[in-house]
């Protein structure tokens, strides 16, 4: 009697089976790992930027390069132009920064264009375009601190905190 193992035709079909769907599998895995480029904002070439030195009118900036993507909160006498380029590898990840930039038109009281800067990632802090939230100087305290810091000392912060819970007390 012989101790080798005989292999029937199903053990043959269902081990080809696993190593195709093996390979399947391993083919479809490598394939998610694709780097998408995101272009967001506005994207300017130096033809169109050539267009308006200084010296030009609001309109003829306007004609050239568009609509801004903001203006200058208070007066309006800025023109800025924003492009970003995030990356990420794969559709389910969150989108890396890559590229920034910011094009500012400078206008004088004559609507005159008196300065252009193009402000990059190097040039300053990255800020979120998508949540529009600015930060603000202030600090962030818990509410424990609030309680604490209530009234001058502890006790008389937790006394107003809980004469404020019971206003008829």
Same mark, same amino acid.
């Given at each position: ?29 490598? *394939? ?14 130096? %033809? ?9 009118? +609001?309109?003829?900036?306007?004609? *050239?390069?568009? @609509?801004?993507?903001? /203006? ?14 995030? /990356? ?26 008196? %300065?252009?800067?193009?402000? @990059?990632?190097?040039?300053? +802090? ?6 529009? /939230? @600015?930060? /603000? ?11 604490? %810091? ?20």
């Amino acid at each position: 009697m012989s101790l080798t193992k005989r292999y029937f035709k199903s053990d043959r079909t269902f081990i080809s089976s696993a190593a195709i769907a093996l390979v399947i599998g391993t083919a479809g895995l490598t *394939s998610c790992k694709t780097t998408e480029v995101m272009n967001n904002g506005y994207i300017f070439d130096q %033809q169109s930027l050539n267009l308006v030195p200084v010296g030009s009118s +609001r309109e003829q900036v306007l004609l *050239s390069l568009g @609509t801004p993507s903001t /203006t200058a909160t208070f007066d309006g006498e800025v023109f800025y132009y924003i492009s970003q380029k995030r /990356t990420r590898a794969a559709a389910f990840m969150k989108p890396k920064l890559v590229d920034q930039n910011i094009l500012a038109i400078y206008f004088d009281k004559d609507g005159i264009v008196k %300065q252009e800067a193009n402000y @990059t990632l190097k040039d300053g +802090r990255v800020f979120d375009m998508i949540s529009r /939230t @600015t930060p /603000t100087g202030g600090r962030d305290i818990t509410f424990l601190q609030q309680i604490l %810091q209530g009234g001058g000392n502890g006790i008389n912060g937790a006394r107003n905190f809980l004469n404020n819970l019971n206003p008829g007390q």
